[in-house]
């Protein structure tokens, strides 16, 4: 399978950024616009969504990493949103020659709670858009959207843009959406953490109702080297609330952009 990816920028190291669950590689236009002087950018359509083919039957997350890898340059820095963050973090693991830096927004290596993740997502949220999918697809993306801008300081704004992604943009099937929800609830690279061999960097918002900020701590407790910042009054796009402020908290701790 080949994945849609979008270059922009001609200046700096690469940079590949990775859409969360539902969206497309659109939902990073205005953020993109401001890299492109100081990066060459990749621009990832996950399968099933945007311009990207439907994945097959019982599509794996790491044979999508594998593919994606081989299409952007060795050692980028891997800047990865929500569902995007775990494929981002898999790469790595899967080709770590192909990945410099991480830098995972609103994600982590677990999405669902359990007994020893308290503040992961419940699943019944995601069996919930499982079962919502099939009779109603753009509803249950409109619910999604209202959920992300819960909250946040940039309520109103986040949402629109969001909104607007999804409006202007193809959109998502059932068999990508499908796909990415069954990577978010089965894939737990807690234990595989300690392979990771690049510089990684963990940006959480302060009102975030999908990824609690609370899961902060117990991110960082599985690799002594990694860092991690709690984005006050974000929400879980805090890219979309504040993409000047956004970018400032991207380059104001070293990337490579040489």
């Not at 299409?71 to 891997?78: E, K, L, Q, R």
């Not at 796009?237 to 380059?251: H, K, M, Q, S």
């Amino acid at each position: 399978m080949k994945l849609h990816i979008e270059r922009r920028g001609r200046s700096g190291g690469p940079l590949v950024l990775i859409h969360g669950w539902g969206f497309h590689s659109a939902v990073w236009d205005t953020l993109s616009n401001l890299l492109a002087s100081e990066f060459s950018l990749y621009l990832v359509d996950l399968p099933g969504h945007g311009y990207s083919p439907d994945p097959m039957p019982g599509c794996s997350l790491d044979e999508t990493v594998a593919t994606l890898a081989q299409a952007v340059p060795h050692h980028s820095t891997w800047l990865g949103w929500s569902l995007g963050g775990l494929v981002a973090l898999a790469s790595a693991l899967v080709r770590p020659e192909r990945v410099g830096q991480l830098l995972l927004v609103a994600s982590a290596p677990r999405f669902v709670a359990g007994p020893d993740w308290p503040h992961g997502v419940a699943s019944d949220l995601l069996d919930s858009f499982a079962a919502e999918l099939a009779c109603d697809l753009p509803g249950t993306l409109s619910r999604f959207v209202a959920l992300q801008s819960r909250g946040a300081a940039q309520a109103a704004r986040t949402a629109h843009r969001l909104a607007r992604v999804l409006r202007e943009g193809p959109p998502a099937r059932t068999s990508g959406l499908d796909c990415g929800l069954a990577w978010l609830r089965d894939t737990d690279l807690r234990d595989r953490i300690s392979e990771v061999r690049c510089p990684a960097r963990v940006l959480l918002g302060e009102r975030d109702t999908i990824v609690s900020p609370a899961l902060l701590p117990d991110i960082l407790a599985l690799h002594p080297d990694w860092r991690g910042e709690v984005l006050a009054g974000a929400g879980h796009a805090p890219f979309l609330a504040d993409p000047d402020g956004f970018r400032r908290t991207l380059l104001g701790a070293p990337l490579n952009v040489t």
